[in-house]
């Protein structure tokens, strides 16, 4: 059993924020493999189902970006996992937009959704960076996690987001590079 954890803020008027990019993902991993509705759990939502031979639990942390680790160690510890059975989604701004990569342990990077993981669960899981780009200026750093997708970068991200559903295989199968390389291709121009 896994768990997959989409890093976002609860609330409409976050929902399309690049901040909420790894809720996104898990909305849209949980729609292609035909996951069991959301379920309030853990201080969040909650999905079972299957990908391939694996159980999957999706899980969308309600407590806002900075305490996502409460509900993460609370699922765990229901659970009986361990930090390597948990995968976090997430923005990255040092990655640029719509460009994904794949790695296990690490530090924070000055994300605090991964900063509460890290005080929670400690620092040994595996992180799926969704790039938002960087704005330049780190004044403007702010308002651009916190920002809108603009509306040209509406296609390029619902072609980013189903092409990891598609390819959650991969990842649930621990084949990082597979899954890596196999987005790479679908998203080739």
Known sequence: MQLWVG???PGPQYAMNRHNVGFMAIDV?????????PAKKFQG???????????ILLLKPGTFM????????????FYKLAPQDVTAFY????LAPMKVKVKQGGGAAGHNGIRSLIQHIGDDFRRVRIGIGHPGHKDRVTGHVLGNYHKTEIEPLTDLLGAIAAEASWLAEGDEVRFQNDLALRLQP
């Open 66 to 77: 900075n305490e996502s680790g409460r509900s993460v160690r609370a699922a765990m510890d």
């Open 7 to 9: 890093l976002g803020n």
């Open 91 to 94: 923005d990255e701004l040092d």
């Open 45 to 55: 939502w909650l999905q079972d189902g299957r990908i391939g031979r694996t159980r």
């Open 29 to 37: 991993i949980a729609d292609t493999h035909q996951f069991a509705p």
